[in-house]
């Protein structure tokens, strides 16, 4: 990570969704894990929450989520994968907005390096929509601890250079 240490760091609000038909707030342990890198970092741990794999659902919780002056980004575990009941993209999708690809891309690379080819089968994803980061990791231990790790941690942190997340935050919703 590339800190100037002469720039301030600011911190942000960051709610977080667990997307589980099986987790609750006993063993949602990759929620937990989350929760404490984000505040371990500085950040806000503004809402949390636990909803089911129903991509309507899912949607409308990000919506409101985005609207809330309160967050500034999104994180969600869980969702990410090839199966009937994983639908976080497609509730991503209904939200409209930007695909951050790289995003993706970068954590499927990082994935590589801890599972092999098993990465193939994630769907992690990122957007913008409105003035909002949605990120959609898979719900494994591991998977949260990569996303967070080897992208968010840095990204999120307004103090890395060359850029980060953070420092476009008031010119998103330029025209």
Request: with cysteine; hydrophobic share 40%.
């Amino acid at each position: 990570m590339a800190i100037d240490p002469e720039r301030v760091f600011k911190p942000i609000n960051i709610a977080l969704l667990t997307v589980s038909d099986t987790r609750t707030a006993e063993n949602d342990t990759s929620g937990d894990i989350l929760a404490d890198r984000i505040t371990g970092a500085g950040h806000r741990l503004a809402r949390r929450a636990i909803k089911r794999d129903d991509a309507e659902a899912i949607a409308a919780l990000f919506n409101a989520w985005i609207d809330d002056p309160e967050v500034d980004a999104v994180v969600s575990t869980g969702g990410t994968g090839l199966t009937g009941r994983d639908v976080t993209p497609e509730a991503l999708a209904k939200l409209g907005g930007r695909e951050i690809p790289g995003f993706g891309e970068l954590f499927r690379w990082l994935s590589y390096k801890t599972i092999g080819t098993s990465t193939v089968q994630s769907r992690a994803m990122a957007v913008l929509v409105r003035s909002t980061y949605l990120f959609a990791l898979p719900g494994s231990n591991g998977a949260v601890k990569d996303g967070w790790d080897g992208i968010l941690a840095e990204q999120l942190d307004s103090r890395n250079r060359p850029c980060n997340f953070v420092e476009l935050m008031p010119r998103l919703l330029e025209a």
